[in-house]
């Protein structure tokens, strides 16, 4: 029992490292791989989840049992036998590393894989769904299938580089946040959560601008004033509050933060060309099966 992939130009970057597949290969042991190394740059992962087998590398011998995963990189001499009354199955990852672009090294991930030319251990990272996964796409090929692929890849290498260190912390973390992204995530969440009480002067003062500022800010990033996006985070919660029949308008109001139920009312047919009441009624109709809500 063979799946062979290789007819497939297989790419994928990892810390600015490009990385080719050249072989991805599942099989049930029924003879001896005898001796052979790999030439530079080319890593082969191979991953046992069931049988048992010898694998002699460099000189040494070493059993493999259920959940064994070991790695044979450049010029490392291995060879396998499978057991005879249980021969194992392997998965087997053949993976060439290209040298990084003048002036440019690899990421702490992909030096840390690349620097352990052989290693023999217990996986512990749950490699084994990752490659039932890795072979499905492989086989259906579904949109998308080629991307996931290149994700599953990748995890694949930082899985082994876990495995290797016993989930060492890493020494290296994610750079600032962008300035411009952060305002944005603050304006977002300002609507999204206290629409009861939105004020220009108390936006401004998170986003560290003047209220002007803060105004050319919101028409740049979303086209619309601050009062439009006032008007637009409390009647969107206005609509969720009127689909409840047990919330009075009045309370509605309240928790909009309108200073009576008059007044709320009048700002929600202006923004919806009708008043609560009718909305309400219409949102609470019985749709026939199939269709959707068609709202103003």
Known sequence: MRTLYNDMDIRFFLGGIQIRALNIVFERFTRTIPAHSHGNGCYEIHYIPAGYGKLRANGSFYDIVPNTLFVTGPHVEHAQTPAQQDPMQEYCIYLKFDHPSRGKSASPTVESFLSVPFWFGRDGQDIHTLMLRLFAELRQRYTGYQEQVSLLLSQLVIYMVRNYEQRQISSTSFAPKNLTDAKSVIIEEYFLYEYQSLSLGALADRLKLSPRQTQRLLMESYGKSFQQKKAEARMSAAA?????????????????????????????????????????????????????????
């Open 240 to 296: 969720i509050l009127l689909s409840d029949p047990e919330r009075s308008i009045t309370s509605i109001a309240e928790v909009l933060g309108y200073s009576s139920g008059e007044h709320f009312s009048g700002a929600f047919k202006s923004y919806y060309h009708m008043c609560p009441r009718d909305y309400r009624r219409l949102s609470l109709q019985p749709k026939p099966r199939g269709t959707e809500p068609s709202m103003p």
